[in-house]
């Protein structure tokens, strides 16, 4: 589980962020300006950071620049008013990675989040091993280590896949599925999520180590077979 600290003196903007993170199951720190976000990060392993520009005490621009001085290169995801966006050069000059537009759309949040822990090489480490499968974040693949086999799965099936196992038994509703795989797309419907979850029973038919489950009215949920070989 990535860890990511929001630095937003907007209480309610701060907890509205964190709250959509934590619904997505990221940990999640919360603090009002750039000198309590760098003291939370000498205690906490953060894997991620969300700033607003403008904050008492030590703005978003001081805290990247504390950061890159240091060599942090942690990345950082700058919030920013439409008002400061000529400003933006700066932050791009001191190294930020990525920025978002006031007022924020909470799924566009989460694509950049994952996007950056991505071309971190953070989230791409990540391998989940259930049973004799391992699914490799990597390489989009599903492996069965009983006989080597390898099947690449597209990305959106994979992710699809990954989310369910990565938390058996939690129920995701269809919704919850496309604001967090399917993100802005324009086109998107709930039978996004069936179609896609009828080619991964197709693709895993006959694995031992796990199933897609059917939950009437809600959506779907992972679970965990106990290996017997």
């Known amino acids: 589980m990535f ?9 309610s903007l701060n907890k509205i962020i964190s709250t959509k993170l934590q619904q997505n199951h990221f940990t999640v720190f919360s603090v009002f300006n750039g000198q309590e976000a760098l003291d939370l990060m000498e205690k906490q392993q953060v894997d991620l950071i969300i700033t607003d520009i403008m904050m008492p005490v030590m703005d978003g621009y001081e805290l990247l620049e504390s950061l890159r001085q240091v060599g942090d290169k942690r990345p950082v995801l700058m919030i920013t008013a439409k008002s400061q966006l000529d400003s933006l050069e700066e932050a791009f000059k001191l190294g930020v990675d990525d920025y ?9 949040l ?21 049973g004799q499968t391992k699914l490799d974040y990597a390489q989009l693949s599903m492996n069965n280590l009983r006989d080597q086999s390898t ?38 419907d709930e039978r996004l999520v069936d179609t896609c979850v009828k080619r991964l029973r197709q693709k895993c038919k006959g694995n031992p180590d796990f199933e897609i489950v059917s939950v009437r009215g809600l959506g779907y949920k992972g679970r965990v077979v106990d290996d017997k070989i």
């Open 100 to 108: 978002l537009v006031k007022p924020i759309r909470l799924p566009e």
């Open 110 to 130: 989460l694509l950049r989040v994952q996007a950056l822990l991505r071309r971190a090489g953070l989230e791409a480490e990540q391998e989940l091993h259930l």
């Open 3 to 11: 860890t990511i600290l929001v630095a937003e003196d907007d209480a």
């Open 151 to 188: 099947i690449h799965l597209p990305p959106k099936e994979f992710y699809l896949l990954f989310k369910l196992l990565s938390r058996p038994e939690k129920i995701f509703t269809r919704l919850d599925l496309l604001d967090d795989i399917w993100g802005m797309e324009d086109d998107k």
